[in-house]
């Protein structure tokens, strides 16, 4: 491994897990909503230089619809549920939850793919949702001791978001077969800013009563976590093996904790941080034995971008 390549891989795993933060100091101030749309605007624009003198691959009608479900799924609705769970849920363990995407892939590989569903793998579905449900039962007490019960919704919103980063990966997975990943993305992003545009009056009000905190919190979201990060993820995923670059992104969760005890002063419970291991021992679990194509699909996070197959972990 050479020092590029891990300097990529540091860059990637650092601009995802700062988006948790970034996204949890922004929320006060922007909805679900607009904020994805003002991250994917940027991005949209950033990603299109990469596109110049770039060869251009025609999809076919099969792939257009493809690339719009994986659109509308990863960068559009991805963000928009991402970003309303950070409205209950600390960045920590919003990124727990959302960690078990690599198990959801997976399992939607060999559903929907045909790949098959090992015995590990279901082992390690099982083992990710007794996390879930202790990341509940942690973050319920906490905010019931508190006075705030919308702590269940974050964590449905959370899981929300890594159902939608699933299905915009499997989809993806079918696309970079034939069409260059850079092509890919930028059309994802696209879509997803599109898809966002009715959140546009709301984006525009907002940004007239936001701080320029929060103005710098969307440039940042759309220029480093989307734009740069699916770039040094794609520089590494093109000289490592997709499974092993995947295992990097297990440590994010632990980065956003940090983070966002330093940010913030806020750390997940106790119960939630057992539960967020116990999710990580599930996801683990579930790469044993697994078929290498499986492998391969469950790589990739925040996603990303020459991406993945990430964030991860997880970008999202």
Same mark, same amino acid.
Request: net charge positive; aromatic share 8%.
């Given at each position: 491994m050479?020092p590029?390549?891990?300097?990529?891989i540091a860059?990637?795993?650092i601009?995802w !897990?700062s988006a948790?933060?970034?996204i949890?100091?922004?929320g006060?101030?922007?909805?679900?909503?607009?904020?994805a749309?003002g991250r994917l605007l940027?991005?949209?624009?950033? %990603?299109a230089?990469?596109?110049?003198?770039?060869?251009?691959v025609?999809p076919?009608?099969r792939?257009?619809?493809? $690339? =719009?479900?994986?659109?509308?799924a990863?960068f559009g609705?991805y963000n928009?549920? =991402?970003?309303i769970?950070?409205?209950?849920l600390?960045a920590? &363990?919003? #990124?727990?939850i959302?960690?078990?995407g690599?198990i =959801?892939?997976?399992?939607?590989?060999g559903v929907?793919?045909?790949?098959g569903v090992?015995?590990?793998?279901a082992?390690?579905a099982?083992v *990710?949702?007794g996390?879930?449900?202790?990341?509940?039962?942690?973050?319920?007490?906490a905010g =019931?001791?508190?006075g705030? #019960?919308?702590?269940?919704?974050?964590i449905?919103?959370?899981l929300?978001? /890594?159902?939608?980063?699933?299905i915009g990966v499997l989809?993806?997975k079918?696309? +970079?077969r034939?069409?260059?990943s850079t092509?890919?993305?930028?059309?994802?992003c *696209? $879509?997803?800013?599109v /898809?966002? %545009?009715?959140?546009?009056?709301? +984006?525009v009000t907002?940004?007239?009563?936001?701080?320029?905190?929060? $103005? %710098?919190?969307?440039?940042y979201?759309?220029?480093?976590?989307?734009?740069?990060?699916?770039?040094?993820?794609g520089y590494?995923?093109s000289?490592?093996p /997709?499974g092993?670059?995947?295992?990097?992104t297990?440590?994010?969760?632990?980065?956003v904790?940090?983070?966002?005890?330093?940010?913030?002063?806020?750390i997940? &419970? %106790?119960l !939630?941080?057992i539960?967020?291991? $116990?999710?990580l021992?599930?996801?683990?679990?579930?790469?044993?034995r697994?078929?290498d194509v499986?492998?391969a699909?469950t !790589?990739? @996070?925040?996603?990303a @971008?020459s991406?993945?197959a !990430?964030?991860?972990n997880?970008?999202?």
């Amino acid at each position: 491994m050479t020092p590029m390549v891990v300097v990529a891989i540091a860059v990637t795993v650092i601009a995802w !897990a700062s988006a948790f933060v970034v996204i949890r100091g922004v929320g006060p101030y922007l909805g679900g909503g607009e904020l994805a749309l003002g991250r994917l605007l940027v991005g949209t624009a950033l %990603l299109a230089l990469l596109l110049i003198r770039r060869p251009w691959v025609r999809p076919t009608g099969r792939e257009w619809l493809l $690339i =719009l479900v994986f659109g509308v799924a990863w960068f559009g609705a991805y963000n928009v549920t =991402l970003n309303i769970a950070e409205h209950t849920l600390d960045a920590g &363990t919003t #990124s727990m939850i959302v960690n078990i995407g690599p198990i =959801l892939i997976a399992l939607g590989a060999g559903v929907f793919l045909g790949e098959g569903v090992p015995r590990w793998l279901a082992i390690g579905a099982g083992v *990710a949702f007794g996390g879930v449900v202790l990341i509940g039962f942690g973050t319920g007490a906490a905010g =019931l001791s508190g006075g705030d #019960s919308n702590g269940g919704a974050g964590i449905l919103w959370a899981l929300a978001a /890594a159902v939608t980063y699933t299905i915009g990966v499997l989809c993806q997975k079918r696309l +970079l077969r034939r069409i260059p990943s850079t092509q890919v993305t930028w059309l994802g992003c *696209a $879509i997803g800013a599109v /898809a966002c %545009l009715p959140f546009a009056g709301g +984006l525009v009000t907002q940004l007239q009563a936001a701080p320029p905190s929060a $103005i %710098l919190g969307i440039l940042y979201l759309g220029a480093i976590p989307t734009s740069l990060a699916f770039t040094t993820w794609g520089y590494a995923l093109s000289r490592l093996p /997709a499974g092993q670059l995947g295992v990097t992104t297990y440590v994010v969760p632990a980065i956003v904790v940090l983070m966002g005890w330093l940010a913030f002063g806020e750390i997940p &419970t %106790l119960l !939630a941080i057992i539960g967020g291991v $116990i999710c990580l021992v599930g996801v683990a679990v579930s790469r044993r034995r697994v078929p290498d194509v499986v492998v391969a699909a469950t !790589a990739g @996070p925040a996603s990303a @971008p020459s991406v993945p197959a !990430a964030p991860q972990n997880l970008s999202q």
